[in-house]
C-alpha cells in the first residue's frame, strides 16, 4: 500500500472513531459534521496512477508471461501449459489448465504448437478476448472459441481494450497450425505477430514472439518506445542477436530499461539459456548501464515500472 494510501486510511479510521463517540453524546454537531466530510470526500484527490505504479510480470516458461496490470486487468503472451494434454508440453512451467482460472486477454503471436499454447482451451474456459491473426481466429473459431471474443489482426493493428492497448507489430516466423480433424496438412496461420502492449500508466511491455533479427526493432524502438521487451534466444535469435535487438529496441527510446529472455528452456544447449543471455547483454557497450537483463526462473514474480523492474 502506498504510503499516500495509508494516511487517507489513517484518516478516515480516526474520522469514523470521532463520529461514533460524538454521536452519543452530542447527535446535532454530528450530523453538521457528516455533511462536512461528505464534502470533503468529493474534493479528496483519486489516487492517481503515475509510470512508478508497479505491474506484476512472471515468467511462466518457454514463451509464456503472464502481465496483471493495474486494475488487475490479466494479459497472457503464448500461454503454453505444463498440460499433458497439450500438443506442446511446457515442461518447466509451473502451471497446467487447471490452475488458470481467469484471464482478460490472450495475446497469441502465431499458430505453432508451442508458441499458441493452450490458448483455445483457456478462452474457452475463462471467456478471455484473444488477439490474433485473421486466420488463425479463423482456426481458433473451429476449435470452439466463441467468434465474438476474438479480436482479427495484422502487423499494424491497434486495439483499446478496456484501458488496454495493443500495438500488434511484425514477427519474422512461421505461422502453421496444426491440422484440423479429418485434414492432412497443417494450417496457414496468417504472418506471425509481436505485441506491444501499454499499460493504463503508460508503461509498455513488448512480447516479440519468436521474430528473427530484423532492423524493423529499430523501427520500433522509435515509434512504440517500449520500457520492457521479452525476446527470444532459441528460435529465431540466440543470445547474442537478442543483445544486438535490445540495442535496436533503444534506437531514439530513453524508456527501455529491463530485458527478458523467452523461447528457451534449462535443457537447451548453453547459448540458448538466460544465462548466456544475460552474459551478451551485459557484454554489449551500447547497452551497459543502461538496460537491465534478467534470468527469471519459472513462476517467479517482477514489479514493472517506467523506470525499472526488480524482483517481488
Not at 132 to 137: I, Q, V
Amino acid at each position: 500500500m502506498s504510503r499516500l494510501r495509508r494516511a487517507w486510511t489513517l484518516v478516515w479510521a480516526v474520522a469514523a472513531t470521532v463520529l461514533l463517540v460524538c454521536s452519543i453524546g452530542w447527535p446535532d454537531a454530528t450530523q453538521t459534521a457528516v455533511r462536512t466530510l461528505s464534502t470533503l470526500a468529493t474534493t479528496a484527490p483519486a489516487l492517481a496512477q503515475t509510470p512508478e505504479s508497479p505491474a506484476q510480470l512472471e515468467w511462466l516458461g518457454w514463451q509464456f508471461f503472464r502481465l496483471t496490470s493495474l486494475k488487475g486487468k490479466i494479459i497472457l503472451f503464448c500461454p503454453a501449459l505444463n498440460d499433458p494434454r497439450a500438443l506442446f508440453r511446457n515442461r518447466e512451467s509451473p502451471l497446467n489448465l487447471d490452475d488458470i482460472s481467469a484471464a482478460n486477454l490472450i495475446l497469441t503471436t502465431d499458430g505453432h504448437a508451442d508458441d499458441q499454447g493452450m490458448t483455445v482451451d483457456i478462452a474457452k474456459k475463462t471467456g478471455a478476448t484473444v488477439v490474433t491473426t485473421f486466420e488463425l481466429a479463423t482456426w481458433m473459431v473451429g476449435q470452439g472459441v466463441d467468434t465474438s471474443k476474438i479480436l482479427r489482426s495484422q502487423p499494424g493493428f491497434r486495439f483499446d481494450v478496456d484501458g488496454i492497448k495493443i500495438q500488434v507489430v511484425n514477427s519474422v516466423h512461421g505461422s502453421g497450425a496444426p491440422s484440423l480433424p479429418g485434414q492432412a496438412a497443417a494450417v496457414y496461420g496468417g504472418p506471425a505477430l509481436g505485441f506491444i502492449v501499454t499499460l493504463e500508466n503508460g508503461v509498455k511491455v513488448y512480447h516479440a514472439g519468436s521474430t528473427a533479427l530484423t532492423q524493423d526493432l529499430q523501427m520500433y524502438g522509435r515509434l512504440y518506445k517500449p520500457h520492457v521487451a521479452l525476446l527470444p534466444i532459441s528460435s529465431g535469435m540466440r543470445a547474442d542477436d537478442a543483445a544486438i535487438a535490445a540495442d535496436f529496441l533503444r534506437t531514439g527510446n530513453p524508456n527501455l530499461h529491463s530485458v527478458f529472455p523467452q523461447h528457451h528452456a534449462s535443457f537447451l544447449p548453453p547459448d540458448q539459456q538466460g544465462s548466456s543471455f544475460v552474459k551478451a547483454v551485459e557484454a554489449n557497450q551500447a547497452l551497459r548501464r543502461q538496460v537491465t537483463p534478467f534470468d527469471p526462473k519459472p513462476g517467479q514474480v517482477f514489479w514493472i515500472t517506467g523506470t525499472g523492474t526488480r524482483l517481488r
